[in-house]
């Protein structure tokens, strides 16, 4: 990858976002892999750790394990409509991802005299932005691939299995199977 970017010498994550949707897609698409990639295996390091600590808390009876069967009705419950556990997790998801401003990250590089600022190549780019916080690379991450608008040789086939779908639903081919009666069979198989 050789593209170079010009660069302030600080950057806000939103003015960072609008320089990197200028890329060529094949590179805008290797920065959201490399950024989700990152994000993954800090949160599976995370829960790693967490179940660890959950497991050895169990041992020392500090915790207690959930039967399926209460884990499933709660989980029923945050997810029916209605319920103080769905309105509550509703909250939580339409929640800003950012509280405060982002904070500005100093960017290296020589000095350009004619843009007044530095000028980046894509790999450097890739380091700055693999080195943000968690929550700034997921924002990025999902912007990136937001970006990357589908070929046409990919969605149309994608849009005639869309139409497909709903004909087999409308027509009766295909049944669907509601939510709740998902999770009575599972209880059903647990027990």
């Known amino acids: 990858m ?6 302030e010498m600080t950057i806000p994550l939103d003015q960072l976002e ?5 890329l060529p897609r094949e590179e805008r698409a290797r920065l959201a892999d490399l ?8 949160i599976a390091e995370w829960w790693d ?5 959950r497991y050895e808390a169990f ?3 500090e915790i207690e394990a959930v039967d399926a069967r209460e884990a499933l009705a709660r989980l029923r419950a945050e997810y ?7 309105d509550s997790r509703r909250r939580e998801r339409e929640r800003p991802h950012f509280q405060t401003a982002p904070e500005a990250v100093k960017v290296d590089g020589d000095a350009n005299p004619g843009c007044g600022g530095a000028v980046k190549t894509i790999d450097e780019v890739a380091a700055d932005v693999l080195s943000r916080p968690r929550e700034e690379r997921e924002r990025l991450a999902e912007a990136l691939i937001a970006s990357l608008r589908v070929e046409p040789a990919v ?3 994608w849009n ?11 027509s009766g081919k295909t049944k669907l199977v509601p939510g709740d009666d998902v999770l009575r069979e599972a209880e059903e198989l647990l027990r």
Do not use: Q
Not at 2 to 7: N, S
Not at 35 to 42: G, N, P
Not at 49 to 53: D, G, I, K, M
Not at 80 to 86: A, D, K, S, V
């Open 35 to 42: 950024l989700a990639e990152s994000v993954e295996r800090e």
């Open 2 to 7: 050789g593209t170079a970017l010009h660069h």
């Open 49 to 53: 750790a967490e179940s660890t600590r």
């Open 80 to 86: 029916t409509p209605g319920t103080p556990e769905y």
């Open 59 to 61: 041992l020392r009876g």
């Open 155 to 157: 969605e149309a086939p």
């Open 160 to 170: 005639e299995e869309i139409r497909r779908r709903i004909h087999d639903i409308d």
């Open 18 to 22: 609008a320089e990197l949707f200028r």
